[in-house]
């Protein structure tokens, strides 16, 4: 089996699984971690494809993606923990009172 096949496979697995993470779970940390899988699926495609190319500006956009989503998880994790911490819930149901 080819190793390009392997990884683009792995990476569409990878992909299906956080969007499903994201649309069949109501807590908000399982949608944090399915956003967060969704965007670590396209940065392998993203690195496998530069690899294969010897393109060192794509590995660059790669670095620069994995610290915005490092940032985007501190501050989705921070949101989730703030509500906790006030005694709030979680989940989805109780983020409507915000949209106005």
Not at 7 to 28: C, K, N, P, T
Not at 48 to 59: K, N, P, T
């Amino acid at each position: 089996m080819d190793s390009g096949l392997l990884v683009w496979g792995v990476s569409g697995v990878l992909f299906l699984v956080g969007g499903a993470f994201l649309v069949l779970r109501r807590q908000l940390i399982a949608m944090i971690i399915g956003v967060e899988l969704m965007i670590n699926a396209a940065n392998l495609a993203l690195v496998h494809a530069a690899v294969r190319r010897g393109d060192a500006e794509g590995l660059a956009a790669a670095l620069l993606i994995i610290a915005a989503a490092a940032a985007e998880a501190v501050v989705g994790l921070w949101l989730v923990l703030r509500r906790l911490r006030d005694g709030e819930t979680a989940e989805t149901d109780s983020l409507r009172e915000l949209s106005g």
